[in-house]
């Protein structure tokens, strides 16, 4: 299966055709949505949508030799926050239903 890519915009077209609610409004909301979930994430609390999944942060541990893939240059990373998602029942469910091309 080929990768699709959805886009902001393409989410907000699809809420200002189903809803008949201003394109600009809907714009606004969707991006406050966004920077409540990033607010949330910053203050390390978890983001539970039911249905949908959850994103919380995880704490990466740090190291001391880590290794630019680019310029090869060798590095260390302290330890830091990022962004996991695991998907809710309801989510992995659907996924589970996607028929499997063979090729």
Same mark, same amino acid.
């Given at each position: 299966?080929? =990768?699709?890519? =959805?886009?902001?915009?393409?989410?907000?077209?699809?809420?200002?055709?189903?809803?008949?609610?201003?394109?600009?409004?809907?714009?606004? =909301?969707?991006?406050?949505?966004?920077?409540?979930?990033?607010?949330?994430?910053?203050?390390?609390?978890?983001?539970?949508?039911?249905?949908?999944?959850?994103?919380?942060?995880?704490?990466?541990?740090?190291?001391?030799?880590?290794?630019?893939?680019?310029?090869?240059?060798?590095?260390?990373?302290? #330890?830091?926050?990022?962004?996991?998602?695991?998907?809710?029942?309801?989510?992995?469910?659907?996924?589970?239903?996607? #028929? =499997?091309?063979?090729?």
């Amino acid at each position: 299966m080929a =990768v699709k890519k =959805v886009t902001k915009n393409e989410i907000v077209d699809r809420i200002h055709a189903k809803s008949k609610i201003e394109r600009k409004v809907v714009l606004e =909301v969707f991006e406050g949505v966004i920077e409540e979930f990033k607010d949330a994430l910053k203050d390390c609390a978890t983001v539970e949508l039911r249905g949908f999944g959850t994103l919380e942060p995880r704490l990466r541990n740090g190291r001391s030799k880590a290794r630019n893939p680019r310029t090869g240059e060798v590095l260390s990373v302290a #330890p830091h926050y990022v962004a996991a998602f695991r998907a809710g029942n309801e989510l992995r469910s659907a996924l589970m239903e996607i #028929p =499997v091309e063979k090729n």
